[in-house]
């Protein structure tokens, strides 16, 4: 099936800086997690309103096994109570939900859970919000090329939307295995905000600034051809 087209843009967002935002208050990194939970909320409420049509948010990446359990089960039971209190509301505001990554090596409720998330919200058709978990871009890479894609038109089907504009928090500078084909012409924006403190009004600022920059993918501004001639 052709994929349906979202208005607007696809902006993919790093949500980093939830677990120092907790110890700077002196409190564990999970009450972090938690606040990072609510900014998601907010972010997919402002999205559509920002001109966003894909939202691709990295929630917790293959290498982020390596934490420590606890941390690591706290944050699966965010993911799950976030699907569970938000399913229907998202369905009422017509985002369609979907979670990319593996699912394997998830708990069997957790999957059971997307499933159902993504079913009721299949029909949505003003935002497109895409959450990664057990994300790693390197392992889709291979993924799509072992079944079969060769070319840019099958590799993009089987990936995803090119991403506009790239969002990270929390002053780190990296790509950190997310996105990586997709992000082949992407502006980027590293905001210095903790993900629990970004708000609807440093987004707008960062897209602001975004639709100020010159994209040429890899040609010449027509003004400049002219001025050579
Ligand atoms: C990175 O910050 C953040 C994560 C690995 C988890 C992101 C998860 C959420 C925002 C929670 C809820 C998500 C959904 C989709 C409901 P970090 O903890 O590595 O920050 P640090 O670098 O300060 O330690």
């Known amino acids: 099936m052709p994929e349906r087209s979202f208005d607007g843009l696809h902006v993919a967002m790093i949500m980093d800086g939830n677990g120092r935002w907790a110890q700077a208050r002196g409190w564990p990194r999970l009450a972090g997690h938690r606040a990072g939970a609510e900014t998601v909320r907010r972010m997919v409420e402002a999205a559509p309103g920002l001109g966003i049509g894909t939202l691709t948010l990295y929630a917790f990446s293959a290498d982020n096994w390596k934490r420590p359990q606890d941390e690591v089960a706290g944050l699966f039971r965010l993911f799950?109570?976030?699907m569970r209190q938000e399913a229907d509301k998202l369905r009422r505001q017509g985002v369609k939900f979907e979670v990319i990554g593996r699912r394997d090596r998830l708990p069997g409720p957790l999957v059971s859970l997307i499933e159902e998330?993504?079913?009721a919200t299949s029909a949505?058709?003003?935002l497109r919000l895409r959450?990664?978990?057990d994300y790693s871009s390197r392992e889709a890479i291979l993924r799509a090329a072992a079944s079969g894609a060769r070319d840019r038109a099958s590799f993009h089907a089987a990936l995803g939307p090119d991403v506009d504009l790239l969002i990270r928090t929390s002053g780190e500078q990296r790509l950190s295995d997310f996105l990586l084909w997709e992000c082949a012409?992407?502006?980027f924006s590293f905001l210095d905000v903790a993900w629990p403190d970004l708000t609807e009004s440093g987004v707008r600022a960062a897209l602001d600034d975004f639709r100020a920059r010159d994209r040429r993918f890899g040609a010449?501004?027509?003004?400049?051809v002219q001025a050579l001639r």
């Open 185 to 187: 012409y992407a502006e």
């Open 131 to 133: 959450v990664a978990v």
């Open 80 to 82: 799950a109570r976030y």
């Open 117 to 119: 998330t993504e079913a």
């Open 124 to 126: 949505g058709s003003r």
């Open 220 to 224: 010449v501004h027509p003004a400049r």
